[in-house]
């Protein structure tokens, strides 16, 4: 293969291997399209990246093809091998390279969070763990149970479930009227005894926080007396004969069991740790991981590790405790390995800095502890037998669906492939939307959704061109704000262009956003769906070329995910736009409703019929709304309802 750059700029690799320093840091390995092969680190850079290019003494046909493809390589110095592995997960999270093992981890976990840094805390389901001084509890293996289980607690420790913003320490003043005025009104659940109703002031802070503290050990496993308390209200109720009551209280108790996950796996001792165990076959692996807090086994869950050809347990093991607890905050203070992984004590200093007090890793070599790991390695051995068809269907429905588009297209990289829609009804609300895919799946996190500003009418390409124009310009902008090419994902998707702009059209709309494209300088390829008189798909137009594709092919059927996906997103944005309008004109001729409490009403109800069915009290949980206000809505629509009119 020759090279067509300048001379000056050919990259001499033997040259710049003298050049290396013998220094920690971070190496990357490019092909000749300046595509990412390889994102290692070495505490010796010189000696490290220098071993790639000696004779092949078993590396493996794997590194072998890899360092076959190797055109350049640059480094990075870092202060410290802790520095350099921090580096080297943060580009592998970001590049996802060919030639590097990856977690496929696109599962999320309930956890139950608890907002002590607030004066009235309350208790909620999430899937994202932040950094807020909130405390968590996690990860637990049923959402339903979690939900239900947060129920409880509410209830048997009177705790608030609303979002009224509540007023500092002990002055029980709610802000929910946006004028800092007392409230003095509760919702239902304080009149039902199922919350002490801090938002009137009815619970000091300080009896409130002892309440919370209550809520905090329950959820820390202390269970054992309230389960006996449910079981004895459950015996008075059923010799009662209030069945339903008994039945009631058996659930209740059912859900905590759930949750504290009683299960024959205890170690006794209230340890919080993570027992991890791999299988692979050398093409698949699949690590199993055993959650236990406080001495309990609270769930498990299996991740799939792909690219591992070549690799040792002990490389993949050391992979997927780098990659899995770059991205959770969740760190216990122990991890129970199967086998030593490479840099064990570097990595655990790195645990320990990020969760701010010791992380061991351990390998357990007897007793239960060791047991635990034999369960482990089982598990794992039984979902990678079990389920490697299962993977290799996924995987052909993502991956190499995206790998049919790319051959067809001509491509050299594809990973990332944005799709556009636009929605009206003649013209009214026009909307544009943006789906995002990664290696065949949608990024539902990097969806956009655009309100045209500059064109009235149905005008679908004028439409096209300022959704195209307006996304582009921001990624540029937030670019050059940030003087990188390459961010980490917590700055947005508007920054990270496509590998591929795919336009629910043909010729007409790829010529729009080519035009887009060269107006602002950035060249990303174009792709249009071509429909035939069904206005079915069938075929691509790409280069002022239509290209015919196997209607029952896997990168077809991604195509047409992805174009159903674009259109869905335009049009639930537009009907909620729709929902918006017809609520706002049905609201304007309701005595005492103006713009903010109809604002407030909208954003507290789904739609207009949600509105129409509310009672009295469900109105005055609205911010903004009186008795007054409550009682005209009421009225209204129940002489709508008598006089057999319909508003919409």
């Given at each position: 293969m020759t090279d067509e750059r300048p001379e000056s700029t050919?990259?001499?690799?033997?040259?710049?291997?003298?050049?290396?320093?013998?220094?920690?840091?971070?190496?990357?390995?490019?092909?000749?399209?300046?595509?990412?092969?390889?994102?290692?680190?070495?505490?010796?850079?010189?000696?490290?990246?220098?071993?790639?290019?000696?004779?092949?003494?078993?590396?493996?046909?794997?590194?072998?093809?890899?360092?076959?493809?190797?055109?350049?390589?640059?480094?990075?110095?870092?202060?410290?091998?802790?520095?350099?592995?921090?580096?080297?997960?943060?580009?592998?999270?970001?590049?996802?390279?060919?030639?590097?093992?990856?977690?496929?981890?696109?599962?999320?976990?309930?956890?139950?969070?608890?907002?002590?840094?607030?004066?009235?805390?309350?208790?909620?389901?999430?899937?994202?763990?932040?950094?807020?001084?909130?405390?968590?509890?996690?990860?637990?293996?049923?959402?339903?149970?979690?939900?239900?289980?947060?129920?409880?607690?509410?209830?048997?420790?009177?705790?608030?479930?609303?979002?009224?913003?509540?007023?500092?320490?002990?002055?029980?003043?709610?802000?929910?009227?946006?004028?800092?005025?007392?409230?003095?009104?509760?919702?239902?659940?304080?009149?039902?005894?199922?919350?002490?109703?801090?938002?009137?002031?009815?619970?000091?802070?300080?009896?409130?926080?002892?309440?919370?503290?209550?809520?905090?050990?329950?959820?820390?496993?202390?269970?054992?007396?309230?389960?006996?308390?449910?079981?004895?209200?459950?015996?008075?109720?059923?010799?009662?004969?209030?069945?339903?009551?008994?039945?009631?209280?058996?659930?209740?108790?059912?859900?905590?069991l759930a949750v504290t996950d009683k299960q024959n796996v205890n170690d006794g001792n209230g340890a919080d740790r993570d027992i991890i165990a791999l299988a692979s076959d050398g093409q698949d692996a699949v690590v199993q991981v055993f959650f236990v807090r406080g001495g309990r086994m609270i769930g498990r869950e299996h991740f799939t590790l792909t690219q591992v050809k070549d690799g040792e347990t002990a490389e993949l093991l050391g992979e997927f405790v780098k990659q899995f607890y770059a991205g959770t905050p969740m760190i216990p203070r122990e991890l129970f390995l199967q086998t030593e992984i490479p840099d064990m004590e570097v990595i655990a200093e790195w645990l320990s800095a990020r969760k701010g007090e010791r992380v061991r890793l351990t390998v357990p070599q007897r007793g239960q502890k060791n047991k635990m790991l034999q369960l482990a390695q089982e598990n794992a051995t039984l979902v990678l037998t079990k389920d490697r068809e299962r993977i290799r269907r996924e995987e052909g429905r993502t991956i190499g669906a995206l790998k049919e588009i790319r051959d067809l297209l001509g491509l050299e990289h594809l990973v990332r492939v944005e799709a556009y829609d636009i929605s009206n009804i003649s013209g009214f609300a026009n909307v544009g939307s943006m789906v995002v895919f990664e290696n065949g799946r949608s990024r539902r996190s990097d969806y956009r959704?655009?309100?045209?500003?500059?064109?009235?009418?149905?005008?679908?390409?004028?439409?096209?061109?300022?959704?195209?124009?307006?996304?582009?310009?921001?990624?540029?902008?937030?670019?050059?704000?940030?003087?990188?090419?390459?961010?980490?994902?917590?700055?947005?998707?508007?920054?990270?262009?496509?590998?591929?702009?795919?336009?629910?059209?043909?010729?007409?709309?790829?010529?729009?956003?080519?035009?887009?494209?060269?107006?602002?300088?950035?060249?990303?390829?174009?792709?249009?769906?071509?429909?035939?008189?069904?206005?079915?798909?069938?075929?691509?137009?790409?280069?002022?070329?239509?290209?015919?594709?196997?209607?029952?092919?896997e990168g077809f059927k991604l195509i047409t995910r992805i174009q159903d996906e674009a259109h869905r997103f335009a049009i639930e944005y537009h009907r909620s736009l729709r929902s918006k309008a017809q609520i706002t004109s049905v609201l304007d001729g309701i005595p005492g409703i103006g713009e903010k409490r109809r604002k407030a009403l909208m954003q507290h109800f789904d739609s207009i019929d949600e509105i129409k069915k509310a009672d009295r009290e469900a109105l005055l949980q609205v911010p903004g709304i009186r008795e007054r206000e409550a009682d005209a809505i009421v009225e209204y629509f129940s002489a709508q309802s008598a006089g057999g009119t319909n508003a919409i």
């Open positions: 050919v990259f001499d690799i033997r040259a710049e291997l003298k050049k290396l320093p013998h220094q920690p840091g971070v190496y990357i390995m490019r092909d000749d399209q300046e595509a990412i092969l390889y994102v290692g680190k070495a505490v010796d850079l010189h000696n490290r990246v220098h071993s790639y290019f000696r004779k092949n003494i078993g590396r493996g046909p794997w590194i072998d093809s890899m360092v076959s493809q190797i055109v350049s390589f640059e480094v990075i110095v870092t202060d410290s091998e802790l520095e350099a592995l921090i580096l080297e997960n943060n580009l592998i999270k970001e590049h996802r390279p060919r030639y590097n093992t990856l977690l496929k981890d696109d599962k999320t976990y309930p956890f139950i969070r608890v907002s002590i840094g607030e004066p009235f805390p309350c208790i909620r389901l999430t899937r994202q763990l932040k950094k807020d001084g909130a405390r968590y509890f996690g990860p637990f293996a049923s959402a339903q149970a979690v939900r239900e289980t947060i129920d409880l607690i509410n209830k048997l420790f009177g705790l608030r479930t609303c979002s009224r913003s509540v007023g500092a320490a002990g002055s029980g003043v709610s802000y929910r009227t946006g004028q800092g005025g007392r409230d003095q009104r509760a919702c239902l659940n304080y009149h039902m005894k199922q919350c002490t109703a801090p938002c009137i002031g009815r619970i000091s802070q300080e009896d409130y926080a002892q309440r919370v503290d209550q809520a905090i050990a329950f959820l820390n496993g202390g269970t054992d007396s309230l389960i006996r308390d449910i079981e004895q209200q459950m015996l008075t109720a059923s010799e009662e004969m209030r069945y339903e009551e008994a039945a009631r209280l058996r659930d209740l108790k059912n859900n905590i959704k655009f309100r045209i500003r500059t064109v009235s009418g149905p005008d679908d390409y004028a439409c096209m061109r300022e959704v195209l124009t307006r996304r582009l310009r921001h990624g540029l902008e937030e670019a050059r704000e940030l003087e990188v090419r390459e961010i980490d994902e917590k700055y947005g998707s508007f920054t990270r262009f496509p590998d591929l702009i795919l336009m629910d059209g043909g010729r007409g709309q790829v010529n729009i956003a080519l035009k887009v494209l060269d107006e602002l300088g950035i060249d990303i390829p174009v792709a249009g769906m071509v429909k035939d008189d069904r206005h079915n798909t069938r075929g691509l137009f790409f280069r002022d070329e239509e290209l015919s594709i196997d209607q029952t092919s």
